[in-house]
């Protein structure tokens, strides 16, 4: 059975929107991260749900412009916790400034990342 719950939530610099489809749950970030400020609300979130068993993680950054080593930290401590929990972290929709990040640190040889967010989702089945 799949459930589905949207939830919109922001930071300073940064919108979100939670959307749940048991047993993935997706997270599509609006704005840039580039302080400990613009992920707080979303980094309480996301490990508030690894720890209800929702470690089948999606970021679809279609709208995230910007981001720094703040953002990739946040990306990475929650990779390795997914994992931990033998689950995964997938990213989606990458473009632009937030493409060539991941592209220039080798980053997209660590994360899988699909096209968008229909394929992130099979990647779990």
Do not use: W
């Not at 690894?50 to 279609?62: I, S, T």
């Amino acid at each position: 059975m799949v459930s589905k719950e949207t939830k919109k939530k922001t930071d300073l610099n940064l919108q979100f929107e939670i959307d749940i489809q048991d047993p993935v749950i997706i997270y599509s970030l609006k704005g840039r991260i580039t302080s400990e400020i613009d992920y707080e609300t979303l980094e309480r979130e996301v490990f508030n749900h690894l720890n209800q068993n929702y470690f089948r993680v999606v970021f679809d950054l279609e709208e995230l412009t910007h981001t720094n080593s703040m953002g990739i930290g946040f990306f990475m401590r929650t990779l390795t916790k997914s994992r931990i929990m033998g689950g995964e972290l997938v990213l989606c929709n990458i473009q632009g400034n937030v493409e060539k990040i991941f592209n220039i640190s080798k980053l997209d040889e660590i994360y899988t990342i699909c096209e968008n967010q229909t394929e992130a989702i099979n990647h779990f089945k």
